[in-house]
T-cell receptor, first 114, second 113 residues
Framework: ETGVTQTPRHLVMGMTNKKSLKCEQHLGHNAMYWYKQSAKKPLELMFVYNFKEQTENNSVPSRFSPECPNSSHLFLHLHTLQPEDSALYLC?????????????FGDGTRLSIL | GESVGLHLPTLSVQEGDNSIINCAYSNSASDYFIWYKQESGKGPQFIIDIRSNMDKRQGQRVTVLLNKTVKHLSLQIAATQPGDSAVYFCAEVEETSGSRLTFGEGTQLTVNP
């Protein structure tokens, strides 16, 4: 149990579908992150939220839309995805922002785009 | 560009042996380093960290060594067990500038019984 819960664990969707990934952290942290993990590539930071405010968008396509209603919950809304978006999407949290490490990760959502 | 990478993509050891996983980094300004372990089907799990004002830090069965002169980081696992089989990757950050955490590609450690 990492304290960071992601749902669903697996998701298969067509390119025209709309779905959302959910992340919840039970650690009392103030910063939350979305990462993309593709096979044989380093983790890619997508978004950072600190105290519910988005502090970083790492040039992510607009078909990925994050939402952070409070410090414990983070969503990633997906629409009109491409096959190359198939990957493991990881959520993480930390006490503060990027200067406060380490980050604690969830187990990810394995996303497959048909 | 700046990068964090690992010398070997795979490492196979016998149970009970010591394991050494290496990491090279190129940003000389990086001042904080983390080792993560990722088991199959799970997210990365924090193992140990070290700041640039130290050259060695020990945990339970793990030791991290930092050589700032050659920008090299290593993770040593003592008495490796089958449960240690996973992908290990290092990450670096330049905390003073608030830079984002940069991850390496990972080394697959396989422990043979």
């Amino acid at each position: 149990e990492t304290g960071v819960t992601q749902t669903p664990r697996h998701l298969v969707m067509g390119m025209t579908n709309k779905k959302s990934l959910k992340c919840e952290q039970h650690l009392g942290h103030n910063a939350m992150y979305w990462y993309k993990q593709s096979a044989k590539k380093p983790l890619e930071l997508m978004f950072v939220y600190n105290f519910k405010e988005q502090t970083e968008n790492n040039s992510v396509p607009s078909r990925f839309s994050p939402e952070c209603p409070n410090s414990s919950h983070l969503f990633l809304h997906l629409h009109t995805l491409q096959p190359e978006d198939s990957a493991l999407y990881l959520c993480a949290s930390s006490q503060g922002g990027l200067r406060d490490q380490p980050q604690h990760f969830g187990d990810g959502t394995r996303l497959s785009i048909l | 560009g700046e990068s964090v990478g690992l010398h070997l993509p795979t490492l196979s050891v016998q149970e009970g042996d010591n394991s050494i996983i290496n990491c090279a980094y190129s940003n000389s300004a990086s001042d904080y380093f983390i080792w993560y372990k990722q088991e199959s089907g799970k997210g990365p799990q924090f193992i140990i960290d070290i700041r640039s004002n130290m050259d060695k830090r020990q945990g339970q069965r793990v030791t991290v060594l930092l050589n700032k002169t050659v920008k090299h980081l290593s993770l040593q696992i003592a008495a490796t067990q089958p449960g240690d089989s996973a992908v290990y990757f290092c990450a670096e950050v330049e905390e003073t500038s608030g830079s984002r955490l940069t991850f390496g590609e990972g080394t697959q450690l396989t422990v043979n019984p």
